[in-house]
């Protein structure tokens, strides 16, 4: 209970950080600039939003390789539609990213066995966090050297890395062994009090199917974790062409680096509620460091935030339709 309620502190600390981060950035810049910057992209912002369609394309294929064989045949229109509504949810709620994929299980309900739908959101998580680190070391490999970054902000990235490394090792391990079950013994050993034997049983059945998923074979996982992987890396594409609106001179490299230095900087920094101020932040910093206009990074910001609530809007719309059709979601992160 008082972690709970720590947690909850934790959150709105960090909430409103980074809102007045982002009401100094709009004063130290001038808010007169920022929306002159936001008026040269116009009718731009459709296409802006529109690619985003080609990352949720990509992510949805990494999560249909998540399932264990024989693998449900779920169309893959309902796997885009749940992947959508479960991000929309994580992006507006403050349930540290983990609401949407309760979410994701109950949209998919009767379309296959709740064990291996939850086993899948688990492991597409996993294989997601993968593929975010792959993106980053492979784009530093590639932009690291021509990139004018301090050392001190090297070495962080670095440290950052490994440490982000190390920790996919942990939980691969984990996952293979059994997570769930051992981490709610773990749980009533520190005071969380029993739930019925039947609550653990399930928790085994999950352990089971996902430690059956990365028993079958490991290139069921390299393909989740690539897919991820091409989500993170169209980004890219979304930069490229924000610059473009904006008047930056643009070029792949450019548009990679920025890519590359923004998803390391939101993946130190995920402990804040949907990346408020922190995204902005990120981008001033990095149009600074790369000697580009800091007026224009937060214009960046600005407009990548424009997206994520589009598409959150229209993730919360599709939810809205399911529930009207099947009669409401209800959060069961254990299968029936």
């Given at each position: 209970?008082?972690?709970?309620?720590?947690?909850?502190?934790?959150?709105?600390?960090?909430?409103?950080?980074?809102?007045?981060?982002?009401?100094?950035?709009?004063?130290?810049?001038?808010?007169?600039?920022?929306?002159?910057?936001?008026?040269?992209?116009?009718?731009?912002?459709?296409?802006?939003?529109?690619?985003?369609?080609?990352?949720?394309?990509?992510?949805t294929?990494?999560?249909?390789?998540?399932?264990?064989?024989?693998?449900?045949q779920?169309?893959?229109?309902?796997?885009?539609?749940?992947?959508?509504?479960?991000?929309?949810?994580?992006?507006?709620?403050?349930?540290?990213?983990?609401?949407?994929?309760?979410?994701?299980?109950?949209?998919?309900?009767?379309?296959?066995?709740?064990?291996?739908?939850?086993?899948?959101?688990?492991?597409?998580?996993?294989?997601?966090?993968?593929?975010?680190?792959?993106?980053?070391?492979?784009?530093?490999?590639?932009?690291?050297?021509?990139?004018?970054?301090?050392?001190?902000?090297?070495?962080?990235?670095?440290?950052?890395?490994?440490?982000?490394?190390?920790l996919?090792?942990?939980?691969?391990?984990?996952q293979?062994?059994?997570?769930?079950?051992?981490?709610?013994?773990?749980?009533?050993?520190?005071?969380?009090?029993?739930?019925?034997?039947?609550?653990?049983?399930?928790?085994?059945?999950?352990?089971?199917?996902i430690?059956?998923?990365?028993?079958?074979?490991?290139?069921?996982?390299?393909?989740?974790?690539?897919?991820?992987?091409?989500?993170?890396?169209?980004?890219?594409?979304?930069?490229?062409?924000?610059?473009?609106?904006?008047?930056?001179?643009?070029?792949?490299?450019r548009?990679?680096?920025?890519?590359?230095?923004?998803?390391?900087?939101?993946?130190?920094?995920?402990?804040?509620?949907?990346?408020?101020?922190?995204?902005?932040?990120?981008?001033?910093?990095?149009?600074?460091?790369?000697?580009?206009?800091?007026?224009?990074?937060?214009?960046?910001?600005?407009?990548?935030?424009?997206?994520?609530?589009?598409?959150?809007?229209i993730?919360?719309?599709?939810?809205?339709?399911?529930?009207?059709?099947s009669?409401?979601?209800?959060?069961?992160?254990?299968?029936?």
């Open positions: 209970m008082w972690g709970q309620r720590a947690f909850h502190i934790a959150e709105r600390v960090f909430l409103i950080s980074g809102v007045i981060l982002f009401v100094f950035l709009l004063h130290e810049l001038g808010v007169r600039t920022v929306v002159m910057n936001l008026r040269l992209v116009g009718w731009g912002i459709a296409p802006i939003v529109l690619q985003e369609i080609l990352a949720y394309v990509a992510n294929l990494g999560w249909r390789a998540a399932f264990s064989s024989p693998r449900p779920i169309p893959f229109a309902k796997l885009l539609t749940a992947r959508i509504a479960g991000d929309a949810v994580n992006y507006l709620t403050p349930t540290a990213t983990l609401g949407g994929e309760f979410v994701r299980t109950r949209y998919l309900h009767g379309q296959a066995e709740s064990t291996s739908l939850v086993a899948s959101v688990a492991v597409a998580k996993l294989a997601q966090t993968i593929g975010q680190i792959a993106f980053v070391v492979i784009g530093l490999a590639f932009v690291l050297n021509d990139t004018p970054l301090p050392a001190a902000v090297r070495r962080g990235l670095l440290a950052g890395l490994a440490g982000f490394s190390a996919i090792v942990v939980l691969v391990v984990a293979r062994r059994g997570i769930f079950a051992p981490m709610l013994r773990f749980a009533q050993r520190l005071g969380l009090p029993e739930r019925a034997p039947e609550f653990t049983r399930r928790l085994q059945r999950l352990d089971e199917e430690a059956r998923f990365h028993g079958d074979t490991n290139s069921a996982l390299l393909l989740s974790s690539a897919s991820f992987c091409a989500g993170w890396a169209l980004g890219v594409l979304e930069i490229y062409l924000i610059l473009w609106f904006l008047g930056v001179p643009v070029s792949v490299h548009a990679l680096t920025i890519e590359v230095l923004s998803v390391a900087i939101d993946g130190m920094l995920f402990f804040v509620p949907a990346k408020v101020g922190t995204q902005e932040g990120g981008k001033v910093l990095i149009f600074t460091v790369l000697g580009l206009d800091p007026g224009k990074g937060l214009a960046l910001g600005i407009l990548r935030r424009i997206r994520e609530l589009t598409w959150a809007l993730g919360m719309l599709i939810l809205s339709r399911h529930q009207l059709v009669g409401g979601i209800g959060f069961q992160p254990v299968p029936d």
